[in-house]
């Protein structure tokens, strides 16, 4: 008799991991959307501004439902952190990828943050507006947004090394005042634009990066090497390593 059940009970294991699986699956694809409209609310008030009920609101979900994806309003800054993250790996580090090494790489950093930043002079910048608001506050939120701004900015310090090594830039050009003076023009492009309303800063953070090519550039960087617009990438490398 029980040899006789045991092709029965078989026959029901896929159905049960069928039903695992999809029941997995839309309970990723409800986080997925849980994050992506904390990250449109984090753009706007902040990570701060995040709270569970906040975001249960906008779901038309309950509050436990929003909870029993992350836990904690912790959980959910990291996650929002993270999500932020990937969308600028994919949108500014992806398709500079496309571009050889050295002077066009390098641009074609500058290039993609600039659009990237034309776009969150209206939304906000999480990198910066989270700075403000965790600059002084230690705990896991924070080392998650400092985390993500330092490898972004080992990306754009390791562009600007392969520059050097290129012979794109001079011999004893100061690869950290480089790096430092390009993120420098995005942190006062973000002021002058999005807090002071100034016109033209967009123009004048352009002419910055010209400014700075011309001052560390050696005679060997002909102009038409960083003039390429980047190309669409499909690459997976990680700012955090080496490319």
């Given at each position: 008799?029980?040899?006789?059940?045991?092709?029965?009970?078989?026959?029901?294991?896929?159905?049960?991991?069928?039903?695992?699986?999809?029941?997995?699956?839309?309970?990723?694809?409800?986080?997925?959307?849980i994050?992506?409209?904390?990250?449109?609310?984090?753009?706007?008030?902040?990570?701060?501004?995040?709270?569970?009920?906040?975001?249960?609101?906008?779901?038309?979900?309950?509050?436990?439902?929003?909870?029993?994806?992350?836990?904690s309003?912790?959980?959910?800054?990291?996650?929002?952190?993270?999500?932020?993250?990937?969308?600028?790996?994919?949108?500014?580090?992806?398709?500079?990828?496309?571009?050889?090494?050295?002077?066009?790489?390098?641009?074609?950093?500058?290039?993609?943050?600039?659009?990237?930043?034309?776009?969150?002079i209206?939304?906000?910048?999480?990198?910066?507006?989270?700075?403000?608001?965790?600059?002084?506050?230690?705990?896991?939120?924070?080392?998650?947004?400092?985390?993500?701004?330092?490898?972004?900015?080992?990306?754009?310090?390791?562009?600007?090394?392969?520059?050097?090594?290129?012979?794109?830039?001079?011999?004893?050009?100061?690869?950290?005042?480089?790096?430092?003076?390009?993120?420098?023009?995005?942190?006062?492009?973000?002021?002058?634009?999005?807090?002071l309303k100034?016109?033209?800063?967009?123009?004048?953070?352009?002419?910055?990066?010209?400014?700075?090519?011309?001052?560390y550039?050696?005679?060997?960087?002909?102009?038409?090497?960083?003039?390429?617009?980047?190309?669409?990438?499909s690459?997976?490398?990680?700012?955090?390593?080496?490319?």
């Open positions: 008799m029980a040899i006789t059940e045991l092709p029965a009970k078989a026959s029901r294991a896929p159905a049960a991991g069928s039903a695992v699986a999809k029941s997995q699956q839309k309970g990723q694809q409800t986080k997925a959307a994050v992506d409209a904390a990250l449109g609310l984090a753009t706007q008030i902040g990570l701060e501004g995040l709270s569970i009920g906040a975001l249960a609101e906008v779901m038309r979900m309950s509050k436990s439902g929003v909870f029993a994806h992350f836990g309003r912790e959980e959910l800054q990291i996650s929002v952190i993270r999500e932020y993250h990937v969308r600028f790996e994919e949108e500014v580090f992806f398709p500079a990828l496309q571009q050889p090494r050295g002077l066009p790489r390098l641009a074609a950093l500058f290039h993609n943050w600039m659009k990237r930043t034309s776009l969150e209206d939304s906000g910048c999480l990198y910066i507006s989270g700075a403000v608001e965790f600059d002084d506050r230690p705990g896991p939120v924070r080392d998650a947004l400092a985390g993500s701004v330092r490898t972004w900015l080992a990306a754009m310090y390791r562009a600007v090394v392969q520059a050097k090594e290129a012979g794109h830039l001079h011999p004893d050009a100061d690869e950290h005042q480089m790096a430092f003076e390009i993120h420098g023009l995005i942190l006062a492009l973000h002021y002058e634009a999005r807090f100034t016109p033209g800063s967009m123009d004048r953070a352009h002419t910055g990066f010209a400014n700075i090519l011309a001052r550039g050696s005679d060997a960087a002909a102009p038409s090497s960083i003039s390429a617009a980047p190309k669409k990438s690459g997976k490398a990680s700012p955090s390593k080496p490319v």
